[in-house]
């Protein structure tokens, strides 16, 4: 896990390096064992490397192919790299690092290399012959890579930060997207709350040349949405147990301590069922307790930490301890966002215990229906109140606003007085954080379609289309977007086996008769068997 840096087009090779050693400075953080640059006529290069395989000078970026053609600044881990080196047996590698088999993958199969990985990246290679720079973002969205184009000049990297420390972007608000900000409590890709920064989309590529720019998608999560004939559900508990143990094993891999968040969640309990499971070492679980015992989580953290006998950690926090925190937390927040500074807490205690590596159980409410909005939406699919005239349901809805005014009335309100009552007509209230009367008064301008164009229309699986939705907006572009700068201000890799994208893949297919929720996250649940005890999902 590292942080990577770019320039394009600026001709002063001096100044742009200069610029990228500045860059590179200014998120030291993400990768606190080794920094480098390249530069060579209209491109520059930077890199920040937290060690993770191969930890000698010889896994050092930017790195160049054996050819000498490529060069490469990596961020992330391709989990089944080792699989891929074997397709690679002409290549002579001189690293046992993920990175150089990047660079042998692109040499041999070009863009199509990427269809083969696994993993987070954030890719950056630069082609010599063709004076081409190629940039490729992990399909889940979860290593960023922002970016600024005027005219000739190209400018990318992992924060916004070390973007604006170039000196090239003017440091201006991006008045166009301050409601959808306060509206969701974040900015969905490819816009920033940055004028003139974009984020590139998950699971695309670009290309940058004297030519142009060229941006497409090498994977889609809405194409697998369409169902699966012929699944049955006890054939589906079987696979996904068995992918998702492939996942948590795949993300296990490091030449650095490892660990594990512990929630006492179903999410994260399954992860450390898991870890616990494939190790043959005691497993290092990490959770935060709040004093208060009315919020605090911990005896179902100590629960699973003592039924996996893992070397658990507990870190409380009393009200003064997080205030102490809070302007630290706000410090390493890159792009501005409503949630994050619990991850920069637990982030923090992680790595100051000797963990280099922790995995989440993120990821794991998205694609197995564990948010209410599942239910809701699911209910008002069904609900006769959808035949009802618009102006009656409105009424009904300021009626009941009127009785009992409060937050959920109001939304009640707000989704009684769509146009139409169903998943296009509903989701995006489902995720408001601000109503409108209230942004309005803020910023006198108020766009209701913000969201739209993640919404899959037409008769796919509800609750698929539901899953799409929110993996491309909440949790790409909030929870996934801080994670990584809260940990990376911490220099902690987090590693999310829900996302794994074979197991997205599986379950954005099944049908809604089997992944329907009575319980919380029924279907995997039952697919793991006794290896979550009832105590923790039925509560």
Known sequence: MCGINGIYGEENIGLAKELIQKMNSCMEHRGPDDNGVYTEEIIALGHQRLSILDLSSLGKQPMQSNSGRFVLSFNGEIYNFNEIKKELEGYDFKTQTDSEMVLAAYEKWGIECLSRFNGMFAIAIWDKTKEELFLARDRMGIKPIYYYQKEKLFVFSSEIRSLLESGFIPRQLNIDCLSEFLEYQTVNAPNTLVKNVQMLEAGHWMKISKDGLTKKPFWEMEKFTAMQNGINVNEAHVK??????????????????????????????????????????????????????????????????????????????????????????????????????????????????????????????????????????????????????????????????SIKKGNNTHKIKQVLGAPKLNFE???????????????????????????????????????????????????????????????????????????????????????????????????????????LPESIWKR
């Not at 594990?260 to 898991?274: M, Q, T």
């Not at 997080?322 to 501005?336: G, I, K, R, S, T």
């Open 240 to 401: 996904i147990k068995e992918l998702f143990f492939e996942s948590v094993e795949r993300r296990m891999i490091a030449d650095v301590p490892l660990g594990a968040f512990l929630s006492g969640g179903i999410d994260s309990s399954a992860v450390v069922a898991a870890m616990s499971k494939i190790s043959s070492k005691k497993v290092e679980t990490f959770n935060i307790n709040f004093a208060e015992k009315e919020f605090s989580e911990a005896k179902y953290a100590d629960e699973i930490a003592k039924l996996y006998n893992t070397n658990h950690h507990e870190i409380q926090l009393n009200p003064t301890d997080f205030l102490e925190e809070l302007p630290y937390a706000l410090m390493a927040m890159d792009h501005p966002s409503g949630d994050g500074p619990n991850s920069y807490i637990v982030s923090k205690a992680t790595r100051n215990a000797g963990v280099t590596v922790a995995l989440s159980g993120l990821g794991g409410d998205e694609i197995f229906c564990g948010y209410d909005v599942f239910a809701l939406l699911n209910k008002l699919e069904h609900s006769s109140l959808r035949y009802l005239p618009l102006g009656i349901r409105k009424a009904l809805g300021s009626l009941l606003y």
């Open 425 to 531: 007509g509903a989701y995006p209230l489902f995720r408001q954080a601000l109503w409108k009367e209230e942004i309005e008064k803020i910023t006198g301008d108020y766009s209701s379609d913000v969201l739209n164009r993640f919404l899959l229309i037409g008769d796919k699986e509800l609750y698929s289309k539901i899953s799409v939705a929110e993996m491309q907006t909440y949790m790409q572009n909030t929870l996934l977007r801080d994670t990584d700068q809260m940990s990376m201000a911490s220099a902690l890799e987090v590693r999310v086996p829900f996302l794994d994208h074979t197991l997205v893949e599986y379950v954005l297919g099944l049908p809604d008769a089997i992944k329907h929720p009575t319980s919380p996250k029924k279907l995997f649940v039952e697919s793991m068997g006794d290896l």
